[in-house]
């Protein structure tokens, strides 16, 4: 047995010193018990790793020996709890230092397929390990964290609550146990607070480590998760409660939130024993910080009230612009929602206009307008729609003004474009009925405003079935100001007269040109439908239909049925422009 074998080496070895053992002699005791573990002699093992008179050579070189343990326990080929045993006393009796840089080298190469079994299995060890290092942990406490998350990282995150409760790949277990591996560490910064009120540097530095690692998990997982509260009230999240314990944990690591989110990235300016501070994590990390305080409501009773929500919505637009820009869904809805949560505490038309020259409040907007007209996601189009609509709320009339003047030269897309033309109309219906008249929506500010908006950009040749949305609220807006403003005896009159007639002559050119074109396609079509259905009769005299069918399967295009529904809707389409028309010419009419 090859622990008779390893027994006859130490007995060789009991007058031999620690420091005269040569590498040939580690190597042969590693050779050996290798061999025990690969033939399952764990239980004899264990006896002799147990034994009082060995433990002098245990402690020196039984540090080799992890790396077959861990393997044998992971690969859950046979009984893992003489191993573990194993695992558990040479974790107690080996120089701290080694066994922290042999776990953590086991936890960088763990198996792809099992990285989970090995972070759970080696969290436990290296939280006793650290334990033993007494005050100079905080170093050592940063590495096994950054290794730890680094390995959590390469985990697919649950998409849906059910995925979630599965846990296929052991993200949530991994998540639970960081937990339970941290809180030691929590624990000793609150009781060293409690005992007095000086900070040592090794208290400071295991507070920065503690940041850092909250800020990362932020990062990884939390920012791709599902986390909404309303989903599912009946059933624990693994990952929700995870978000719940690190904001806890800074709360209890005394790092205020505010400071977080508006005044500071992160304590200090060295990551502990894992380089220097890393730029590209920490805004990321805070975004969803402020989703999780704002929109989830985690840890809001420690948030103080004293900041204004216009402070609160410039500080988180920075924050709402990084999450709109990803393509990942999870991002994109985060953002919407704080940005969504961000409004709904500014009251309506009271954003002032000079917020829209900070970059944020330009670019967010952008990012809102390209997720409405490019994102393939149906809900995430809609929401963005919502929060857009939502934005131009809460702008007082000179922001409303600008920012409709932005969007219609940046756009380029007609259904935006009428979105804010239906506003123009809004407000100025809104201003003609309210009390506090700000004047940015009626006289000569609303005709400016017009002359750069009701209008076609491409003169003639517009494309009036693509940009129908935007000329079918143009008229609405001119037949209501007309009829607004046709019983005053005022220059707006004129003025609006003035617009409309250089508007509806451009456009009855366009119409003319659209109606008379798709009219001939139209008649086209029709005349051949009635040539083919000849032929197709013709040709079933003479019992080749066969050959028609594949002569009409080899025709590209549209259907000619779906080709008739288009012509159709567009003719259809342009006799409700037309009407339109007449009736701003009847307005104007009638007052002359």
């Known amino acids: 047995m090859a622990t008779n074998q390893l027994d006859d080496v130490i007995q060789r070895w009991r007058t031999t010193k620690e420091k005269d053992l040569k590498p040939e002699d580690h190597e042969l005791f590693l050779n050996i018990g290798g061999t025990c573990i690969a033939q399952g002699d764990t239980t004899q093992l264990l006896d002799f790793i147990k034994e009082e008179k060995n433990q002098g050579i245990v402690k020196s070189m039984g540090c080799g020996l992890l790396r077959p343990l861990i393997k044998d326990v992971v690969g859950k080929e046979r009984d893992p709890v003489h191993c573990e045993a194993i695992i558990t006393h040479l974790v107690q009796i080996c120089r701290a230092n080694d066994l922290l840089d042999v776990l953590l080298r086991e936890m960088e190469d763990a198996d792809p397929d099992a990285i989970a079994d090995t972070i759970i299995l080696l969290m436990q060890h290296i939280q006793l390990v650290l334990s033993r290092l007494g005050d100079s942990k905080a170093l050592s406490l940063g590495r096994a964290l950054a290794a730890l998350q680094k390995q959590i990282s390469k985990l697919p995150v649950p998409y849906s609550r059910k995925q979630e409760q599965e846990d296929k790949y052991g993200l949530c277990r991994c998540c639970t146990a960081l937990l339970t591996f941290v809180q030691p560490f929590v624990q000793e910064v609150k009781s060293q607070d409690t005992k007095s009120p000086v900070t040592t540097s ?16 932020l990062r990884e997982p ?64 805070r975004a969803c910080l402020a989703y999780l305080l704002f929109v989830q409501l985690i840890a809001m009773e420690v948030f103080p009230a004293v900041f204004s929500p216009i402070f609160v919505l410039r500080c988180n637009m920075e924050y709402i612009n990084i999450l709109l820009s990803r393509k990942d869904e999870s991002w994109i809805l985060k953002g919407l929602d704080l940005y969504v949560k961000s409004l709904e505490r500014v009251l309506d038309n009271s954003l002032p206009v000079q917020l829209l020259e900070l970059r944020p409040f330009y670019s967010v907007p952008q990012i809102l307008v390209k997720i409405m007209i490019e994102c393939p996601i149906q809900h995430l189009r809609v929401k963005a729609l919502v929060v857009f609509q939502l934005f131009i709320e809460k702008l007082n009339g000179e922001a409303k003004h600008k920012f409709f003047r932005c969007i219609m030269k940046t756009s380029q897309h007609a259904g935006v474009e009428s979105v804010i033309l239906k506003n123009i109309k809004n407000q100025a219906e809104h201003s003609s009925k309210s009390e506090h008249r700000d004047g940015w929506f009626e006289g000569t500010l609303l005709i400016s405003l017009l002359r750069d908006t009701v209008s076609l950009p491409q003169g003639p040749e517009t494309d009036l079935l693509h940009g129908m949305d935007r000329v079918m609220e143009s008229l609405n807006l001119l037949r209501y100001l007309l009829i607004k403003e046709r019983t005053k005896s005022t220059a707006i009159w004129t003025d609006l007269c003035n617009i409309a007639k250089t508007y509806i002559k451009i456009l009855r050119v366009c119409l003319s040109m659209s109606k008379s074109y798709y009219g001939t396609e139209l008649k086209s079509l029709h005349e051949e439908k009635k040539i083919k259905a000849k032929e197709f009769k013709e040709m079933s005299k003479k019992k080749s239909i066969q050959h028609m069918i594949v002569k009409n399967e080899s025709l590209g295009g549209m259907p000619p049925e779906a080709q008739d529904k288009v012509l159709q809707c567009a003719l259809v389409t342009y006799d409700l422009m037309e009407s339109l028309v007449v009736r701003i010419e009847e307005i104007t009419e009638e007052r002359v």
């Open 222 to 285: 939390l920012l791709e998760a599902q986390l909404d509260r309303e989903a599912d009230t009946t059933q624990n999240s693994p990952l929700r409660n995870f978000a719940t314990e690190i904001m806890a944990i800074l709360s209890a690591i005394q790092e205020p939130l505010p400071k977080l989110l508006f005044y500071y990235p992160l304590r200090g300016k060295e990551d502990m024993g894992v380089g220097r501070q890393d730029d590209s994590h920490p805004t990321e990390s």
């Open 202 to 217: 090794n208290d400071e530095e295991l507070r920065t480590v503690l940041l850092k690692f909250c800020m990362q998990s």
